[in-house]
């Protein structure tokens, strides 16, 4: 059975960080793409951050430079290191995954073929105070 769980949402205030756990079960994760996606009340669902099999990372440009993605793959863990936040980023964080991938994680990132990735998690609730 397939699992993601999120952990490490919580309130900070403006400018502080955050890092977010994804921990997977039940699939191979090295072989898995991987990312992260959020969604704010009345907002649409947006791709964050991405990290392919090989390592490549890919960034929406609302959070570069400030969110970095990261996995440890002994533990099956995903990883979103996230400061400098800002109320904007206050938001439901999930996790993804998906195997059959094909293309620029880039472009996966931007069109948004992450939220349609086949296994997510509940999500964790991150709220940036100003």
């Known amino acids: 059975q397939v699992q993601l769980v999120e952990s490490g949402g919580g309130s900070v205030q403006a400018g502080g960080s955050l890092r977010l756990s994804c921990a997977t079960s039940?699939?191979?994760?090295?072989?898995?793409?991987m990312g992260w996606f959020r969604q704010a009340p009345g907002n649409k669902r947006e791709g964050v951050a991405i990290i392919d099999s090989d390592g490549r990372t890919s960034y929406a440009d609302s959070v570069k430079g400030r969110f970095t993605i990261a996995e440890d793959n002994a533990k099956n863990t995903l990883y979103l290191q996230m400061n400098s936040l800002k109320p904007e980023d206050t938001a439901t964080y999930y996790c993804?995954?998906?195997?059959?991938?094909?293309?620029?994680?880039?472009?996966?990132?931007?069109?948004?073929?992450?939220?349609?990735?086949?296994?997510r998690g509940q999500g964790t609730q991150v709220t940036v105070s100003s």
């Open positions: 039940g699939f191979t994760y090295s072989s898995y793409c």
């Open positions: 993804a995954a998906d195997a059959a991938v094909h293309g620029s994680i880039a472009a996966i990132l931007a069109l948004g073929v992450i939220l349609d990735f086949r296994y």
